[in-house]
């Protein structure tokens, strides 16, 4: 099998693995409790939230995607504003017509970001909004939307929810939830957590509880207030993937403790740890940047908006079937490039448990398929 250095799902260790294959439980035993319990402090940290924070982390037994539908349901049925930069911003935009929302899309090329004078424009001339969406790193082109310009701004709308997509952006880079006046945040587990796919982690306000409560016919598997509330009470609304919620439990300690961390980080744990897994995945970031200019080639967005987790790199002269053929063949596997971007663009997923060792192995064996 080769090594997955894609944008997802990545390589899971052995230890992680091993918790999945726990034995069964009933998911109202003490022991699932127990298990539920063991999350909350770590997630708290994944979501960078203020000791003081009142905002509420949960656990949930389904997508990323099925998150987005689940943040929109909570934040009502009147007007959505999306940030389209890429497939999973386009994603939600969809999801919010489909849900038959009053849906509004400021969408810019692949690789850029929407500028900020652009959504202050949208929201004073064709506002108000219920919500905005936007990806915090969007895997099909790995540009990150920096957090903290965005947040600020709509600290100014304060009827506007701020929904974002974190799947590629969590345990890999900050998230300072409540510095960032976010509102609803969602990831699944399988990018920079390093886990299987499968279920899906939660941060949501109080802004947006009481937004949600007041919804009327959530239905049911979807409704945030059900399945927050029910994380919160230790009940799960449903049976949920209790293999899944060991691996993750084990996965959180675990990055907490620093256990993964290279040597170089010394002995930190709690937030400090947090912030060396976050350091790790940008001096990745800048070795495959560094490693790509070295073959006179460049990313796709701005250097600046260079996600920490994804490297999307334009192929230029280069044959992208070629080279992941090659890499294949030599026990690594990338991505090429998604959609429209394919043959033009490949993808490095450097995040999760990976190494900064494994990946100079990586690029050596990259090298070997260029020359």
């Not at 976010?182 to 957590?193: E, H, M, N, V």
Request: glycine fraction near 10%; proline fraction near 6%.
């Amino acid at each position: 099998m080769a090594q997955l250095w894609i944008p997802g799902p990545t390589e899971v260790r052995p230890e992680l693995l091993a918790a999945c294959a726990r034995p069964m439980i009933g998911h109202r035993s003490a022991t699932m409790t127990e298990t539920i319990e063991r999350m909350d402090p770590h997630l708290r940290f994944a979501f960078g939230l203020a000791d003081d924070s009142s905002a509420t982390v949960a656990v949930h037994s389904a997508s990323a995607s099925a998150m987005m539908e689940a943040a929109l349901i909570g934040a009502g049925r009147g007007r959505v504003l999306s940030l389209v930069n890429g497939a999973f911003s386009k994603r939600w935009h969809k999801i919010a017509e489909q849900l038959g929302r009053d849906a509004h899309a400021i969408e810019v090329p692949m690789g850029g970001i929407v500028p900020l004078d652009e959504v202050r424009r949208v929201l004073d001339e064709e506002g108000p909004f219920d919500a905005l969406t936007f990806v915090s790193s969007e895997t099909s082109t790995g540009t990150a939307t920096p957090l903290e310009p965005l947040g600020q701004l709509l600290a100014h709308y304060p009827d506007t929810l701020l929904l974002a997509d974190m799947v590629s952006w969590i345990a890999g880079a900050p998230v300072d939830f409540d510095a960032n006046h976010l509102d609803f945040s969602l990831a699944g587990i399988q990018k920079a957590f390093a886990l299987p796919p499968g279920i899906a982690v939660v941060c949501a306000s109080e802004a947006f509880m009481r937004r949600a409560r007041s919804q009327p016919d959530r239905g049911f598997y979807l409704d945030p207030v059900r399945f927050i509330d029910g994380h919160v009470a230790r009940k799960t609304p449903a049976t949920p993937a209790i293999s899944l919620y060991f691996a993750l439990a084990q996965q959180l300690e675990d990055i907490s403790a620093g256990v993964t961390l290279p040597e170089s980080a010394g002995s930190c744990s709690g937030a400090d740890a947090w912030q060396a897994r976050f350091d790790k995945h940008r001096r990745m970031q800048a070795r495959t940047v560094e490693w790509a200019a070295g073959h006179g080639l460049s990313l796709l967005p701005d250097p600046d908006l260079g996600s920490p987790t994804v490297s999307c790199v334009r192929a230029g002269h280069l044959d992208v079937q070629a080279l992941v053929a090659g890499l294949a063949h030599r026990g690594y596997a990338i991505s090429n490039g998604y959609g429209d971007l394919k043959g033009k663009t490949f993808r490095i997923g450097h995040m999760g448990d990976h190494s900064e060792q494994g990946l100079n192995g990586l690029l050596a064996a990259a090298d070997e398929v260029l020359a």
